[in-house]
């Protein structure tokens, strides 16, 4: 056994059996263990942030990690962006990354590049296999500290020598850690604080859960107290029959008003909420001066038995959970397509069970309240800001839950940054249908110059932000790797289209123009 093929059935004993690959040269051997060594399901991308960004669409769905197989330092650094939005999402990925044989790396040949200092910021936990004797167990500790909750992202260097080196020794199944208890010392504390409508109980990552949003229902209809989410989730479990939860919202203004009534807030899995951005003559902490703030569990800590111990204290076990919404749709909308009937329409559309992943951006922001009470369905946001996740991410939840409809919703000038996604989506004939909402700019940056200050911008400072010059054509590009395609600007065409869609199997991009 050589150490590459010992690394594959590390990775597959510990139940690691999906890799999203863009490998090189110097991952040559590990490619030829993928290919006889049965198990495991290899994801071909033609761009590493694909490969990153759908690890973190499948973790955040099937809560285990995905394996990801990078070709050296530069491509390690193409696919930093959505490592960095996984990181912040709390997700698990284990990044395999190929590096020079132990004695070409003195040669500095032109890809030799430091791939540890290029790892870390990014990264939880960065290790280079020494010899081939311990790759499979540096393999399995790349797993383990994945799994530390709420999900890590772990990068294992693979010099190529200590993959085609015979002598590799498989390792079992590792041990997984148990998510940190959480603070009972604040559990007294978070009852006393939980007494009205002046008190908040802001919830973030896994607090978000079908199970844990009904506990909160009922905590919130036994105190008074409020529900919210953090702005951006990794994964919210939505719809009909569920306990509905706002977001704190995106504009620093919009969410000084939503914050201001509350002297209390307990946070579960969330942070204190801050702006995205620092902007003149704004603050950048959102709570009202004075706000007492309560951290009853960290997003490492098992929120579950967090939830469920202040339910118990707050007497709220058997009390029925507030906010749960009734299944309707709003009416039927006509005319040229906007930002309020785009709303309406993909509330109607929404399948039962539909997994969403939204990088709407501009867009999206009237589509949380029209589309709560839609079918039940999961919701997963952009956690980390940087644009070009959404459709990697619908890669990875669409081969994590292979029977859930997957819908992405993205803007022109995001979908840009990870087009080749659309490449593997045809080639692995994925179930996904992909929203493109073309205004043909970076809509939100021009609401940001105003922002920051900039009240009359000139022609050059727009046209900087402008993307019609030439205009993209979606449905070419998108055809020209494989996915049927449409462009629409009436609400009759979208709601047909939206029909063609969901009700094939396989991906298909709908250009919406506003």
Same mark, same amino acid.
């Given at each position: 056994m050589n150490g590459a093929e010992s690394l594959?059935?590390?990775?597959?004993?510990?139940?690691?059996?999906?890799?999203?690959?863009? %490998?090189?040269?110097?991952?040559?051997?590990?490619?030829?263990?993928?290919?006889?060594? %049965?198990?495991?399901r290899s994801v071909l991308v033609l761009q590493e942030g694909v490969a990153t960004g759908a690890a973190d669409g499948y973790f955040r769905m099937k809560g285990k990690p995905a394996s990801t197989l990078l070709h050296l330092g530069p491509g390690l650094a193409n696919g930093l962006s959505n490592l960095h939005n996984a990181k912040k999402a709390g997700s698990g990925v284990v990044n395999i990354i190929g590096e020079h044989a132990s004695t070409h790396i003195e040669l500095d040949a032109p890809l030799t590049s430091d791939i540890e200092g290029i790892a870390r910021p990014v990264s939880h936990w960065v290790h280079t296999s020494k010899s081939v004797e311990t790759v499979g167990m540096d393999a399995a500790q790349a797993v383990q500290a994945a799994m530390v909750a709420p999900g890590q992202i772990t990068s294992l260097i693979l010099p190529s020598d200590t993959a085609w080196n015979e002598g590799g020794v498989a390792h079992g199944a590792i041990d997984l850690p148990e998510p940190a208890p959480f603070d009972e010392s604040q559990l007294e504390h978070a009852v006393d604080a939980l007494s009205g409508p002046e008190?908040?109980?802001? $919830?973030?990552?896994?607090?978000?859960?079908?199970?844990? $949003?009904?506990?909160?229902?009922?905590?919130?209809?036994?105190?008074? @107290?409020? $529900?919210?989410?953090?702005?951006s989730n990794a994964r919210l479990e939505r719809g009909a029959g569920r306990v509905f939860i706002g977001r704190v919202p995106y504009p620093i203004d919009i969410a000084l008003e939503v914050l201001k009534p509350f002297k209390r807030i307990v946070l579960i899995g969330a942070r204190a909420p801050i702006g995205f951005f620092a902007y003149p003559d704004k603050p950048a902490i959102l709570t009202r001066e004075g706000a007492e703030i309560i951290t009853l569990a960290a997003e490492?800590?098992?929120?579950? =038995?967090?939830?469920?111990?202040l339910c118990k204290a707050t007497d709220a076990i058997s009390t029925p959970p507030a906010h749960v919404v009734k299944a309707a749709l709003p009416e039927r909308p006509t005319g040229t397509v906007n930002l309020d009937n785009l709303a309406t329409l993909i509330a109607r559309a929404? %399948? =039962?069970?539909?997994?969403?992943?939204? =990088?709407?951006?501009?867009?999206?922001?009237?589509?949380?309240?029209?589309?709560?009470?839609?079918?039940?369905?999961?919701?997963?946001?952009? @956690?980390?800001?940087? &644009?070009?996740?959404?459709?990697?991410?619908a890669i990875g939840a669409a081969i994590?839950? #292979?029977?859930?409809?997957?819908? @992405?919703?993205?803007?022109?000038?995001?979908?840009?940054?990870?087009?080749?996604?659309?490449?593997?989506?045809?080639?692995?004939?994925?179930?996904?249908?992909?929203? &493109?909402?073309?205004?043909?700019?970076?809509? &939100?940056?021009?609401?940001?110059l105003t922002?920051?200050?900039?009240?009359? #911008?000139?022609?050059?400072?727009?046209?900087?932000?402008?993307?019609?010059?030439?205009?993209?054509?979606?449905?070419q590009m998108s055809r020209s790797m494989g996915v049927e395609a449409t462009c629409v600007s009436d609400c009759d065409a979208l709601e047909a289209a939206l029909d063609d869609a969901l009700t094939s199997s396989g991906p298909y991009l709908i250009e919406v123009m506003l």
């Open positions: 594959v059935h590390t990775l597959l004993a510990n139940k690691v059996d999906v890799c999203f690959t863009n %490998p090189g040269t110097s991952e040559m051997h590990f490619v030829a263990a993928l290919d006889h060594i %049965p198990g495991m008190t908040l109980l802001l $919830l973030g990552g896994n607090a978000l859960t079908t199970r844990n $949003l009904e506990t909160a229902g009922r905590i919130a209809a036994k105190t008074g @107290c409020k $529900l919210l989410s953090e702005w490492n800590t098992d929120l579950t =038995e967090a939830l469920t111990a929404i %399948p =039962e069970d539909a997994i969403i992943v939204d =990088e709407s951006v501009t867009s999206g922001r009237a589509f949380s309240p029209a589309t709560k009470a839609a079918p039940k369905h999961t919701w997963l946001n952009n @956690c980390g800001g940087s &644009i070009g996740y959404g459709m990697p991410a994590a839950c #292979p029977d859930r409809k997957v819908m @992405c919703l993205t803007g022109d000038g995001s979908a840009m940054y990870t087009v080749q996604s659309l490449w593997t989506m045809a080639r692995e004939n994925l179930d996904i249908t992909v929203m &493109i909402f073309a205004n043909r700019s970076y809509q &939100i940056l021009r609401g940001e922002n920051v200050g900039v009240g009359n #911008p000139g022609p050059r400072a727009i046209d900087m932000l402008s993307l019609d010059r030439p205009a993209l054509d979606w449905v």
